[in-house]
């Protein structure tokens, strides 16, 4: 009797893959002024950490195009996690060891970086390798994991320093480190198979003379400049619009953006398709205009807050829609595909904050101003898919 591979525990090791990527983002950002207390480091120095987090984690984006197919997805994603459980550990002692702490922290970042950048590339493919029905069901819970992860990171930390206090901090970090060690035997047992045989994708050169890629890379961009644009000056923008203390803005913040966003990204896999994927994606981009030009809009703090919330609702469909369109519109596209993908939703990620940020600070820190400029990324992300539209109607029906 032959037994059939299980899928679902490549589905669970892939969700906690992405549970292990929203604490490589999201962890060492609330030790920031811990950092600066404990090791006498200066606001500017802080402020390369994440920078040194993203431009890695985009070159490893960049870099994956040319070894992940020749080293093989099993061997990539085990080490992205073991790479991650090294990282975390690494930050608890670096910085004592070495004579300047901030290189111990920085050296660490680089670290658990080079693995997050790994997960972000590798278990969309190996999700989309399996042979599930209703993909893009299954690809929208598994990215919702980044969500609970995100909160799962924000609650969990306050609730442990609030118990134990911040001179613990070590510990908890070898206790997140627990997951990325314990997901690696997942990977290490689970099922896995290759998006194309060897050989079999368009390769990267072929890959970029698509006009077909740029539009689906434009779309990913877009996604990620409208996701990141608001969850990075939510918090800011809850304390400026509503005058709340910066507890409660993290919480009616990011943490209430990721919950919606999570949410999102489950009931569009509960609804299992039977909506068409690029309908839902465009309703969802018109709610994000809307959402944006609310929060900038409105005279009412309450309205731009829930302007601010509903905007994480809107945006939770388009990164793993992408993706799923992607597979579909160009299924030869490979490994090479989903890491120009990663790739461009990393550089969204970084022109949309720093979009807001520009505008506020022309219009004299005035945050309202940076949305309403963010309100673009959405916009162009609803005419993109209506082009995408357009040209699937000369060869395929409507998803």
Known sequence: MTVQPNYNKTLRACCLGYVTQAICANFAPLLFLTFQKTYRISLGQIALIPSVFFLTQLLVDLAATGFVDRVG???CVVTAHILSAAGLGMLTILPDMLPAPFWGILLAVVVYAVSSGLIEVLVSPIVEACPFENKASRMSLLHSFYCWGMVAVVLGSTLFFALFGLENWRIL??????????NT???LTCPIRRLVENGAGLGVRRLLRLPLFWLLCLLMACSGAAENAMTQWASAFAETAAGVPKAIGDLAGPCLFALLMGLARVLTAKAGGKAGLRPLMLACGALCVACYLLASLS???VLSLAGCGLCGFSVGIMWPGTISLSARACPAGGTAMFAFLALAGDLGGILGPLSVGFAADRAGGDLKMGFLLAAAFPAALVL???ALREKDRQTSPES
Do not use: Q, S, V
């Open 173 to 182: 970090t070898l206790l997140w480190a627990l997951i990325p060690l314990y």
């Open 185 to 187: 035997f997942n990977f």
């Open 299 to 301: 005279p009412l703090p």
């Open 73 to 75: 997805y099993r061997a």
């Open 384 to 386: 993109g898919l209506t």
